[in-house]
């Protein structure tokens, strides 16, 4: 719905020779020349209630107060090189934008905002990007100008991203504290060659990517309309900061296993996004130094599709029941493929998160943000790995080198099989590097060496004579799952056969070193002897936790990972249902693990959370 008449009418932006010097190429009597449309002010019903996202809802009144020019098309190569010659570099990069007259993307909203800026300055007119608000009134009252878009190129806002309320609002500015800035129009939501008029999306405004570019808006933008703040989550409302006094519930020698409970629970008032009941997965677990625990993980309706977000959800201390879950990170329709936190015991967390161009997970940028509060707030989202590729995708398997260096594990390649890499930071998270860019594909063969982690969704962890010891799924050694050592600090691998059965789709293992100096593997068997704690051999099926005390050479004692009593518990993702009892424990799911200062060791699958200490562990036997 939609009054006012707006107009049509072009203008120009001549840049004359006061520019000579600013840039090399717009020199002389050059001008640049843009088209612009005036679009008359105005009332329109914004977003939807009956299609579209549910960022998208619920449908509101906004009034466009002042008439506004914006250009009739996006920035082309030609013309925002003329701005940044150097951007020159990014043509053709994934075989788009190549020409002159192709639109301009894998420009980041600092350089759309900083273009705007130059080109008022070179004019004598203010630029700027449109507003969210301005951009859809636009696309409604004058569709063709949207025409040569495509069903390519969406357009970077003014706006911080944010949830729609049903107020009636007069040249609404967004979320001025958001992370995340707006972007409009693209392909996916569309039924023709247009886009979706409410076709709301967003991304981190560092980002560079192939399908996001420019409008132009000329003149001085609205007076901001009151200040709207991101409403807080459940994980990030009424957080103690006092530091807690870490005490075990058991001596440690005193064997310790608690009654496994759930921690990824969607609230149905949520789950038709920005969470989804259909597919959590893919967890990460930290402690806070007040005592709290800190789950995320994906929540989705399909892994590779853009609805995908993550979720959190905090265990208080002393509590025994996980909080409801809430949106922890979302970049609104592209796949946050995937996430995961690490406590550096130092009162620090970190969230390391994949940022996809759209859907899937095979262009992937690297992100982190920090916080020092436990948890309850995080600082803005900065890019660690731009290049979108393979590579970025993080595993919940963070470690402290001794001598410092923070080491991110990521999946090397979106497949099955082609291993894991490291990206490393000396300066706590400040810069990093990733050793294995530019070496060739390793060959996972017994004996030899190479620059990756042999297996995808790599487990890993330095032990303390410096070697760093990894495993992982896939890129199977002689039928077994594969062993990477390292001994330079993870530039380089040695592999060998694990005496551990290789694992399978919907299964990810977890290796931890100890407080006790042990190192802790959990995986999962279709089927291997185990010894019971009264010493009678068993076959027994699903997860299972090994111990190594020299390093990952021999791995003398195995435990399946149940306390004998039967229990149904629902394992979300691929790992549904499932009965728990003496001789089967969980069968699948993505494992993480942290372990808190009074030694309770915790696991999480993709639902499931368990707690034990390493004594329960050490009451199997030997493995015969």
């Given at each position: 719905?939609?009054?006012?008449?707006?107009?049509?009418?072009?203008?120009?932006?001549?840049?004359?020779?006061?520019?000579?010097?600013?840039?090399?190429?717009?020199?002389?009597?050059?001008?640049?020349?843009?088209?612009?449309?005036?679009?008359?002010?105005?009332?329109?019903?914004?977003?939807e209630?009956?299609?579209?996202?549910?960022d998208?809802?619920?449908a509101?009144?906004?009034?466009i107060?002042?008439?506004?020019?914006?250009?009739?098309?996006v920035?082309?190569n030609a013309?925002?090189?003329?701005?940044?010659?150097?951007?020159k570099?990014?043509?053709?990069?994934?075989?788009?934008?190549?020409?002159?007259?192709?639109?301009?993307?894998?420009?980041?909203?600092?350089?759309?905002?900083?273009?705007?800026r130059?080109?008022?300055?070179?004019a004598?007119?203010?630029?700027?990007?449109?507003?969210?608000?301005?951009?859809e009134?636009?696309?409604?009252?004058?569709?063709q100008?949207f025409?040569?878009?495509?069903?390519?190129?969406e357009?970077?806002?003014?706006?911080?991203y944010g949830?729609y309320t049903?107020?009636?609002?007069?040249?609404?500015?967004?979320?001025?504290d958001?992370?995340?800035?707006?972007?409009?129009?693209?392909?996916?939501?569309?039924?023709d060659?247009?886009?979706h008029?409410?076709?709301?999306?967003?991304?981190?405004?560092?980002?560079?990517?192939?399908?996001?570019?420019i409008?132009?808006?000329?003149?001085?933008?609205?007076?901001?309309?009151?200040?709207?703040?991101?409403?807080?989550?459940?994980?990030?409302?009424?957080?103690?900061?006092?530091?807690?006094?870490?005490?075990?519930?058991?001596?440690?020698?005193?064997?310790?296993?608690?009654?496994?409970?759930?921690?990824a629970?969607?609230?149905?008032?949520?789950?038709?996004?920005?969470?989804?009941?259909?597919?959590?997965?893919?967890?990460?677990?930290?402690?806070?130094?007040?005592?709290?625990?800190?789950a995320?993980?994906?929540?989705?309706?399909?892994?590779?599709?853009?609805?995908?977000?993550?979720?959190?959800?905090r265990?208080?201390?002393?509590r025994?029941a996980?909080d409801?879950a809430?949106l922890?990170?979302?970049?609104?329709?592209?796949?946050?493929?995937?996430?995961?936190i690490w406590?550096?015991h130092?009162?620090?967390l970190?969230h390391?998160?994949?940022?996809?161009v759209?859907?899937?997970?095979?262009?992937?940028?690297?992100?982190?943000r920090e916080s020092?509060?436990?948890?309850?707030?995080?600082?803005?989202?900065?890019?660690?790995?731009?290049?979108?590729?393979?590579?970025?995708?993080?595993?919940?398997s963070?470690?402290?080198?001794?001598?410092?260096?923070?080491?991110?594990?990521?999946?090397?390649?979106?497949?099955?099989?082609?291993?894991?890499?490291l990206?490393?930071?000396k300066?706590?998270?400040?810069r990093?590097?990733?050793?294995?860019r530019?070496?060739?594909?390793?060959?996972?063969?017994?004996?030899?060496t190479?620059?990756?982690?042999?297996?995808?969704h790599?487990?890993?962890?330095?032990?303390?004579?410096?070697?760093?010891?990894?495993?992982g799924?896939?890129?199977?050694?002689?039928?077994r799952?594969?062993?990477?050592?390292?001994?330079?600090?993870g530039v380089?691998?040695?592999?060998?056969?694990s005496?551990?059965?290789?694992?399978a789709?919907?299964q990810?293992?977890?290796?931890?070193r100890?407080?006790?100096n042990?190192?802790?593997?959990?995986?999962?068997?279709?089927?291997?002897?185990?010894?019971?704690?009264?010493g009678?051999?068993?076959?027994?099926?699903?997860?299972?936790?090994?111990?190594?005390e020299?390093?990952?050479k021999?791995?003398?004692?195995?435990?399946?990972?149940t306390?004998?009593?039967?229990?149904?518990?629902?394992?979300?993702?691929?790992?549904?249902?499932?009965?728990?009892?003496?001789?089967?424990?969980?069968?699948?799911?993505?494992?993480a693990?942290t372990?808190?200062?009074?030694?309770?060791?915790?696991?999480?699958?993709?639902?499931?959370?368990?707690?034990?200490?390493?004594?329960?562990?050490?009451?199997?036997?030997?493995?015969?």
């Open positions: 719905m939609l009054t006012g008449m707006p107009r049509r009418l072009f203008a120009v932006v001549a840049l004359a020779g006061a520019a000579c010097g600013f840039t090399t190429d717009l020199c002389g009597d050059e001008r640049l020349v843009l088209p612009f449309a005036v679009v008359e002010s105005g009332q329109m019903t914004m977003g209630n009956h299609q579209g996202g549910f998208e809802k619920p509101h009144t906004v009034r107060s002042q008439p506004f020019e914006i250009t009739s098309r920035v082309t013309e925002y090189e003329r701005f940044d010659p150097a951007h570099k990014w043509r053709g990069v994934t075989r788009i934008s190549q020409r002159d007259d192709d639109p301009a993307v894998y420009v980041s909203w600092h350089d759309a905002v900083a273009f705007c130059w080109l008022g300055q070179q004598g007119v203010p630029c700027r990007l449109p507003t969210e608000a301005e951009w009134f636009a696309r409604r009252s004058q569709p100008l025409a040569q878009d495509g069903a390519v190129v357009n970077w806002c003014r706006d911080g949830p049903a107020d009636a609002l007069t040249d609404p500015s967004g979320y001025a958001s992370p995340i800035k707006v972007t409009r129009g693209g392909p996916w939501k569309s039924s060659q247009l886009p008029i409410t076709n709301r999306l967003g991304n981190v405004p560092g980002d560079r990517n192939r399908v996001v570019g409008r132009v808006v000329r003149g001085h933008p609205p007076e901001p309309s009151p200040s709207k703040v991101v409403p807080s989550r459940r994980w990030q409302r009424e957080v103690l900061q006092s530091p807690h006094q870490w005490k075990s519930p058991v001596p440690a020698d005193q064997p310790w296993f608690a009654e496994p409970i759930p921690f629970k969607i609230p149905a008032q949520l789950a038709g996004g920005p969470l989804y009941t259909q597919h959590n997965h893919c967890p990460g677990i930290a402690w806070c130094p007040n005592g709290d625990l800190l995320v993980w994906y929540t989705t309706i399909e892994e590779w599709g853009r609805e995908h977000a993550i979720a959190a959800s265990l208080r201390q002393g025994d996980w409801a809430d922890f990170w979302d970049v609104p329709d592209r796949n946050d493929h995937t996430s995961t406590s550096d130092q009162g620090r970190y390391f998160n994949g940022l996809a759209e859907g899937g997970w095979h262009d992937l940028a690297l992100l982190v020092d509060d436990n948890g309850a707030s995080w600082t803005k989202p900065r890019i660690i790995a731009p290049q979108h590729g393979f590579g970025n995708m993080p595993i919940s963070i470690f402290r080198r001794a001598d410092g260096a923070i080491c991110v594990p990521c999946d090397a390649v979106p497949g099955a099989n082609g291993g894991s890499i990206h490393i930071s300066d706590g998270g400040r990093w590097l990733l050793p294995s530019g070496q060739p594909a390793s060959q996972f063969t017994a004996g030899n190479g620059a990756r982690m042999a297996g995808i790599a487990a890993v962890d330095q032990w303390t004579d410096g070697s760093i010891v990894a495993v799924r896939g890129d199977a050694i002689r039928d799952m594969p062993l990477s050592i390292s001994r330079d600090g380089s691998w040695t592999y060998a056969p005496p551990f059965p290789p694992i789709g919907g990810r293992a977890v290796l931890r100890l407080r006790e042990v190192l802790m593997l959990v995986s999962f068997t279709s089927g291997s002897t185990f010894t019971s704690d009264t009678a051999p068993f076959t027994g099926r699903g997860m299972f936790a090994a111990l190594s020299d390093g990952g021999t791995w003398p004692l195995r435990k399946l990972l306390d004998g009593k039967q229990r149904t518990l629902d394992g979300h993702a691929w790992t549904d249902r499932f009965t728990m009892d003496a001789t089967h424990a969980e069968p699948k799911g993505y494992l693990a372990q808190t200062p009074d030694g309770i060791i915790h696991l999480i699958s993709s639902g499931i959370h368990y707690r034990f200490n390493l004594a329960w562990l050490r009451l199997a036997n030997r493995d015969p």
